[in-house]
């Protein structure tokens, strides 16, 4: 182990400066009401010694923490093998970074730790938190409602619309993008194309940013037929089994929209293994516009771009400034200004050639 | 926002059951000295408020937090960008997860997010660090030292060997391999192919681990052309730059070591372009064993193993055993048996096509 047994005391500066151990919490809780003269003494007592305040017991009296938590809803494996992760990371650790607030990412093996998460959530070690990947039926909101910390959702929580009914005055906020839109735009190319037979790779159905995109896929394809639609998980791996059983089902598909890059580069794997030329047999667009994954495809990826990394940022901004409201609030009630809402983000098709 | 107003306080506990603040304090954190009809009152008046009492202040009794820090010292990029983090952190999860000790990941931008990263370690938040990827004149060993939090590193501090001379009795504890005999290994296998122009692209010399490879290269290559040594940093773009730079300066060598895979990949790009055959031109051996990087190579890539995982799981039994320790020799002193001392594991060679 490599610690120091010597770490100064609070008790010790109190014995340098002579005065008591009160008098020297005060000061360094920035407490009113010490003489000048003794402020002057422990500020020199606790510079000769090195002494470092303990922030558990500052931050009952502060209550911050300058940390906040990301908790992403997958087992860590799956949170290092997907790119997607560390691009929203990336603008939360550049805006929180912006902001001398530490990103602390909490890390699980899956659901089954995640009554750990609540209580490292409840424990007073960090000021907010940012949630994202959550399942239908996932425990962690109601973990993180039950530690009372302040939280925004990437990707709209599966719950409901918005807010939960029993605190309408809490309402749910969110960043996501237009996952829909996106989607009604991908099918839209294709059937301008020319495509009749469209098939969907869909994400894995519990989580709302799949369920948005199958919902956009349909909003154009009214009358899809049921077996032109395969449930993937978003993984490279998914995707090429959910594009064998389509090929399997309707062999006469000429068009894939996979509800991710991930996806749709395990589809063009299959598809070029079955001899199917793309985009000319069948024509292929996936969803994130993923560096370089959507580059790197053969052919390259026509695909849906959401700015991943934007969607991290804007997450950790709202948190923040819902916190300084917070602080202000407490203050001045009413100079705080209009709560933090939710927001979505737009999609754009970024044409190459798959499609 | 997302939060409760109505989390249940202390003090609402403490009316409902009808006793003190202090009492209810006292039985939350389980001490002595309150009569039975009180702690069941207490206890019933906990239950029926749903409190969750509030760990910040319950750990200043019981410096306990069930979580543990890794701080890994490079931007969260290359965190991202380099499987070896993921996999040291896998290793390390697993570990924690099977003891319920929750793994807080502190994400930083570079070096100047350190002193951050130190508030955070000194703020009674976790119960100790896993550190790992220092470099010469890292600010993080210092700042640790006066966070005073017990530490275990992942790879041999580059301050001195095994222990700091201020603090005898608490040497430092660390997990690495063989760093130089697995260099050793590598050339000697390439000389025993005949090669006589044996290059050697560096990790980043700032790190113990590429000063102890290099170091193992010179063991054999006892004279080596200083020309045939160029220093990486362990990316595969800096494997291409050292491979360029080494074929400019030495087109008649005819193998090359490389300090870790990624740059070997690197360096095979490079070998290609320029029209040399490997093996049959250029011999090429890595390091690390790094999956899938090393198979898929063009050719598979021979290498020297070191299993990265298991770092990391012993990195976190270790310290978790000396955490073990201390809460022990704080009850009974001579019961705490040996401190966990530094482990430094073997490493072997695994023959692909490539060497």
Request: glycine share 10%; with cysteine; charged share 30%.
């Amino acid at each position: 182990m490599t610690e120091t047994a010597s770490r100064p005391t609070l008790e010790a500066v109190a014995a340098r400066a002579g005065v008591s151990r009160a008098t020297v919490s005060r000061v360094v809780n920035g407490s009113e009401g010490v003489r000048e003269p003794l402020v002057e003494r422990v500020r020199r007592a606790v510079e000769e010694l090195g002494y470092v305040p303990n922030q558990a017991a500052r931050s009952l009296v502060t209550r911050r923490h300058d940390a906040v938590a990301v908790v992403i809803a997958e087992p860590e494996t799956r949170v290092f093998a997907d790119p997607f992760f560390a691009l929203q990371l990336r603008g939360i650790s550049k805006e929180l970074t912006a902001h001398d607030s530490q990103l602390v990412l909490l890390l699980t093996e899956g659901r089954e730790d995640y009554a750990r998460v609540g209580r490292y959530l409840a424990g007073g070690h960090v000021d907010g938190a940012l949630v994202f990947s959550l399942h239908l039926d996932d425990p962690l909101p109601g973990l993180i409602r039950g530690a009372g910390v302040p939280t925004v959702f990437g990707g709209r929580p599966g719950w409901q619309d918005g807010t939960r009914s029993a605190e309408p005055a809490t309402p749910t906020v969110y960043v996501d993008s237009d996952n829909r839109g996106g989607a009604r735009d991908a099918v839209r190319h294709l059937v301008g194309l020319g495509r009749v037979r469209v098939a969907h790779i869909a994400g894995p159905l519990d989580q709302t940013s799949a369920v948005d995109r199958l919902d956009g896929f349909r909003d154009v394809m009214v009358d899809a037929d049921p077996r032109l639609i395969a449930e993937g998980d978003f993984t490279p791996a998914g995707g090429e089994r959910a594009m064998r059983e389509l090929l399997d089902r309707c062999p006469d598909l000429d068009a894939v929209f996979a509800a991710n890059d991930l996806a749709a580069s395990g589809a063009l794997r299959v598809l070029r293994e079955r001899g199917r030329r793309v985009p000319e047999d069948v024509a292929v667009i996936g969803f994130d516009d993923m560096l370089p994954v959507a580059e790197q495809t053969d052919p390259p990826l026509t695909t849906v771009r959401q700015d991943i990394e934007e969607m991290g940022r804007l997450m950790a901004r709202l948190l923040l400034r819902g916190l300084e409201r917070r602080g202000r609030e407490d203050a001045v009630e009413d100079i705080a200004g209009a709560p933090p809402s939710s927001v979505v983000l737009p999609t754009t098709l970024v044409r190459r050639a798959s499609a």
